[in-house]
């Protein structure tokens, strides 16, 4: 489909013309204070990487060794948890299965970084496409289904 049929389809005239033109001035910051802010969410494993962890298990915020110790009557035992110090609920018994579940969390934080960036890419195409569907129904029905 060519630019004017495209044009003709849609009835875009000089109006919409400026109005695009708005439109196209007004994604410049709505696309630098976005990227802005989204980068700066959903960080927590940007920094995890799998090999440089299990060589220094001592050093690194996500799989940090933790030993609770039994102090009652009963003879002391210790266990050994791995694990990030801020989620309790994210503990592993081995070294091992912590790496594991870090690597996969990390995953799943960056396809979710990646779906974000492409909706907010995507979103002011779709908005005016369903802006130019909107206008071309209303004439539709105005004119009587014609």
Not at 29 to 44: A, H, S, V
Not at 83 to 92: K, Q
Not at 100 to 114: L, P
Request: net charge positive; with cysteine; hydrophobic share 45%.
């Amino acid at each position: 489909m060519n630019k004017d049929k495209f044009f003709k389809f849609f009835e875009i005239g000089k109006l919409d013309k400026g109005l695009f033109r708005i439109w196209i001035i007004l994604l410049i910051p709505y696309f630098i204070f976005g990227y802005l802010e989204i980068k700066d969410q959903n960080t927590y494993y940007k920094n995890f990487d799998y090999n440089e962890e299990s060589v220094t298990v001592s050093n690194n915020d996500y799989c940090q060794r933790i030993e609770w110790k039994n102090f009652n009557d009963e003879p002391a035992e210790s266990v050994t948890m791995y694990g990030p110090i801020v989620i309790w609920d994210a503990l592993h018994p081995t070294l091992g299965d912590c790496l594991a579940s870090t690597k996969k969390a990390k995953i799943k934080e960056d396809n979710e970084r990646r779906f974000v960036f492409l909706l907010f890419i995507l979103a002011p195409i779709i908005l005016a496409f369903i802006l130019l569907i909107i206008k071309k129904t209303i004439l539709w029905i105005y004119r009587g289904f014609k």
